[in-house]
T-cell receptor, first 111, second 114 residues
Framework: DAMVIQNPRYQVTQFGKPVTLSCSQT?????MYWYQQKSSQAPKLLFH???????NEADTPDNFQSRRPNTSFCFLDIRSPGLGDAAMYLC??????????FGPGTRLTVL | AQSVTQPDIHITVSEGASLELRCNYS??????LFWYVQSPGQGLQLLLK??????LVQGIKGFEAEFKRSQSSFNLRKPSVHWSDAAEYFC????????????FGAGTILRVKS
């Protein structure tokens, strides 16, 4: 089945230790998104790629970066995780202006 | 500002009872409207969508939603709730007027009592 895959599902890191989260898709969608979701809150968009065109949300901290080496893969890098970055990170894909398909998420814990 | 309102943070219904979750959006002449469901620790699953045409849309798991332009609403309904429907439900609005991004409501947590 076509799908959005996120690895790992659970990630534990130490305060200040860089971490990379991975997302891949078999849907061949041209748009990929990264969201941060904290407990009992709606997902908050961090950035998205339309093909290779990177779009950063104005309030996304500089501590968060992303890479999209090809259509299928997208990475979220957190350069120096703080306790406030502990959250669920969701990857989603879509065709432009169409519905988004979400992966299962990566739960990040910062010790 | 573009916003989506889900006025009910929590709703509790009895199994077998009907359900309606409310959603209102603030902006857009031609919004694209979505309902997603999220179980604990999981990603979001699309229940249904509205782009244009018939204002009553059918989705998965027996859900339906009705778009009412005059009320800027897109309420989700199910005639008979099952215990497995307990989850968090998010209404979202998107489309070109929203920069091809989604604006989410705050979510409604549904509890089902037996």
């Amino acid at each position: 089945d076509a799908m959005v895959i996120q690895n790992p599902r659970y990630q534990v890191t130490q305060f200040g230790k860089p971490v990379t989260l991975s997302c891949s898709q078999t849907l061949n969608h041209n748009v990929m998104y990264w969201y941060q979701q904290k407990s009992s809150q709606a997902p908050k968009l961090l950035f998205h790629y339309y093909d290779k065109d990177f779009n950063n949300e104005a309030d996304t901290p500089d501590n968060f970066q992303s890479r999209r080496p090809n259509t299928s893969f997208c990475f979220l890098d957190i350069r120096s995780p703080g306790l406030g970055d502990a959250a669920m990170y969701l990857c989603a894909t879509s065709r432009l202006a169409q519905e988004q398909f979400f992966g299962p998420g990566t739960r990040l814990t910062v010790l | 500002a573009q916003s989506v309102t889900q006025p009910d943070i929590h709703i509790t219904v009895s199994e077998g009872a009907s359900l309606e979750l409310r959603c209102n959006y603030s902006y857009g002449a031609t919004p694209y409207l979505f309902w997603y469901v999220q179980s604990p620790g999981q990603g979001l699953q699309l229940l249904l969508k509205y782009f244009s045409g018939d204002t009553l849309v059918q989705g998965i798991k027996g859900f339906e939603a009705e778009f009412k332009r005059s009320q800027s609403s897109f309420n989700l309904r199910k005639p008979s709730v099952h215990w497995s429907d307990a989850a968090e439900y998010f209404c979202a609005v998107g489309g070109r007027e929203y920069g091809n991004k989604l604006v989410f409501g705050a979510g409604t947590i549904l509890r089902v009592k037996s």
